[in-house]
């Protein structure tokens, strides 16, 4: 929530920033969050004109709809969303839908595809997404000791891999 960090980023290199990621933050919401500002808070519109200025990309993959909204009619710069899908594939949270992908576009950006599971395909997001998905389990708030999160996460991941839900096949993708 500091301004100047944002700027210090951008001397160290960071040439983009994704505003959210599970959680929804004090500058704007996530997708896969509640809402606390129903889009970006008046913070938030500061962050995107400090990175305007800065020339840092804004980068709207993992927030919500409304973020996205405000962001395309508020950015003086090209937008993007890095690693997004697409609504009209899967329904995930995550994912754009087709006005918000053009709206991106029409900024002059770009969207990247992500290829995660549950993100592309519609039949394994309703059998694993909504519950014991990988990104659900690595985006649960937890309170692991952090001599412990080695474990925890390969705990988790290991019964990710050995589900019995059939993957999207290589041709689909």
């Not at 951008?10 to 959680?23: E, I, M, Y």
């Not at 990710?160 to 041709?171: G, K, L, N, S, T």
Request: hydrophobic share 40%; aromatic share 6%.
């Amino acid at each position: 929530n500091d301004l100047g960090v944002l700027g210090s980023f951008a001397r160290l290199g960071a040439t983009s920033v994704t505003l959210t990621h599970s959680a929804s933050r004090d500058w704007g919401d996530s997708s896969t969050d509640a809402p606390r500002s129903r889009g970006l808070s008046p913070f938030g519109r500061d962050v995107i004109a400090e990175m305007n200025r800065l020339r840092m990309i804004v980068d709207l993959s993992h927030v919500s709809d409304p973020v996205i909204e405000q962001v395309v009619e508020l950015s003086t710069a090209p937008v993007i969303a890095s690693h997004s899908s697409a609504k009209a594939i899967c329904a995930h949270p995550r994912n754009l839908t087709d006005p918000l992908a053009r709206a991106i576009a029409d900024t002059g950006g770009v969207v990247g595809v992500n290829f995660v599971n549950e993100i592309i395909d519609q039949a394994y997001y309703d059998q694993v997404g909504k519950h014991g998905s990988v990104l659900a389990m690595l985006n649960q708030p937890t309170r692991i000791p952090p001599d412990q999160l080695d474990r925890v996460a390969a705990e988790r991941l290991r019964g990710w891999f050995q589900d019995d839900v059939a993957r999207p096949p290589f041709e689909r993708v």
